[in-house]
């Protein structure tokens, strides 16, 4: 597999929208594909359903040969959706909100740093992206999954911002949880993240970096949009 896929999906252009939680990645990235005209891929939901395949085999998220070896067998895939956008297929049927629960989530995160798990999802991801284009978000898709592609944005906030952020968001979806419950989330998150051997996150020169704490979600696809246009 070649180091530098392309850049620009034949046609249609790759954004690529990084950052820990909280910053409002999902939310602009939305936004931004409603207002180009582009397919969003949310590459964490494709970490979830893998997380969602793991446990429904019985499997400890911490075992990284049996999760490893759900990787490479899981029916796994990305789809154009009636709304235009991609969605992740999980034995055929869409992930949906099975995912959205915050055990998922934890074991999503476990089983995001096996260089195993993200081999088979890079491939995927890469795939989805060069055939549809779109905005993709994740937490590597600039700095490995389409290091090519000129439009490059790292998402960014304090992590009080962040905590606040993500508590009051799961209060709006009614999934309760304590102040603690999301701090710890976020910090045991953003730990794994950093500390992966495989594509931990991170940015270089090549992103233009936004940081959120100030902005609403409308003026952050704002400034994406018009550095997207700009250099269009």
Known sequence: ???????AAGRRPLIAIDGPSGV????????LAR????PYLDTGAMYRALALAVLDAGADPGDRAAVAAI??????????AADGGLEVLLDGAPAGERIRTPRIGEASSVIAAYPEVRRR?????????????GVIEGRDIGSRVFPGTPHKFFLTAPPEV?????WEERRAAGRAASWDEVVAEIEGRDRRD???????LTFDASYTVIDTSELTADQVVDRIADAVGARA
């Open 1 to 7: 597999m070649s180091p530098e896929p392309a850049a």
């Open 24 to 31: 409002g990645k999902s939310t602009a990235a939305r936004r």
């Open 35 to 38: 207002r180009l005209g582009l």
């Open 71 to 80: 990787a490479e067998g899981a029916d796994l895939r990305i789809a154009p």
């Open 121 to 133: 999802l890079v491939a995927l991801q890469r795939a989805g992206g060069e055939a549809h284009g």
């Open 162 to 166: 962040r905590h606040r952020r993500r």
């Open 194 to 200: 950093a500390e992966r051997s495989d594509s931990p």
